[in-house]
């Protein structure tokens, strides 16, 4: 049964992480603005031209673009049961945006799960993530020793190909918290008040345990669906 969920957290809190096993869990897609806007960046479209001093000073992508580009996604046909919306909203504009593409299709949420990590945790921890270039996957290396030796296994890549994104240098990272906090504080006031928003620490717990609380809170919305007799997103 599809589900259609918004992931919250700050850069480096696990919502990369926890959403690629809710897409496995649920059988619905991961879609990641950050990764969009990062596809955009590497092809050098004209979007990603216009982006790339954005993302690279650790600001936000106006609302505009960014609604517009998670509209063309929304409407291909592999979101028709559901999504994990990883990176989007991030301001009380675009969660209301949302809430009017959903609605014009005759949809709504289902759950917003907010991973809470704290501020220095987070620094510390994405100066040790090296990223593969090809899948995208996440790996913690305690030294760029271990990443020299290390390799990406689900893409067979040679030791050494792991690379570290450049936004995740501590001071842009600081600079992506700061605007973490102002800007999160509206959407989660949004999706509190509309009785959507679950909490989990993301930290002081291993992604498998972080999984199991975010898997029971997808059937406690599943649930109350149904018994609000609402039939979407099966379709
Ligand atoms: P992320 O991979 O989610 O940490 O996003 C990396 C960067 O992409 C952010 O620091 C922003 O510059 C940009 N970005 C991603 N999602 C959004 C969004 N919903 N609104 C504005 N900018 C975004």
């Keep these: 049964m599809g589900v259609r969920l918004v992931i919250l957290g700050g850069p480096g ?21 950050g990764d ?9 479209t004209d979007i990603g031209r216009e982006i790339k001093p954005l993302m690279d000073a650790g600001h936000l992508v106006p609302d505009g673009l960014t609604c517009r580009v998670v509209a063309e996604r929304l409407a291909e046909p592999d979101c028709a049961r559901g999504f994990i919306l990883d990176g989007f909203p991030r301001s009380r504009a675009q969660a209301e945006c949302l809430a009017q593409m959903l609605a014009d ?17 987070i620094v510390a921890r994405l100066a040790k993530r090296w990223v593969c270039p090809k899948c995208g996957g996440t790996y913690h290396m305690e030294s760029p020793e271990e990443a020299a030796a290390a390799r990406c296994e689900r893409q067979d890549c040679a030791p050494g190909s792991l690379t570290q994104r450049d936004d995740d240098r501590p001071a842009t990272v600081r600079e992506r918290l700061r605007v ?22 993301g930290q002081g717990m291993n992604p498998d345990e972080v999984f199991a609380i975010i898997e029971k ?14 039939t979407q997103p099966v379709k």
């Design 13 to 33: 809190a696990g919502k990369g992480t926890q959403a690629m096993r809710l897409t496995e869990a649920c059988g619905v897609p991961h879609i990641s603005t």
């Design 105 to 121: 299709r005759g949809e709504e949420l289902d759950l917003v799960v907010n991973i809470e990590v704290d501020g220095e945790e």
């Design 36 to 44: 969009i806007f990062r596809h955009h960046i590497q092809a050098e």
């Design 217 to 230: 809170f997808v059937e406690e919305a599943r649930d109350a669906r149904r018994s609000a007799g609402r």
């Design 180 to 201: 973490y906090t102002v800007t999160s504080a509206p959407i989660l006031a949004y999706y509190g008040e509309q009785g959507l928003l679950r909490s989990v620490p």
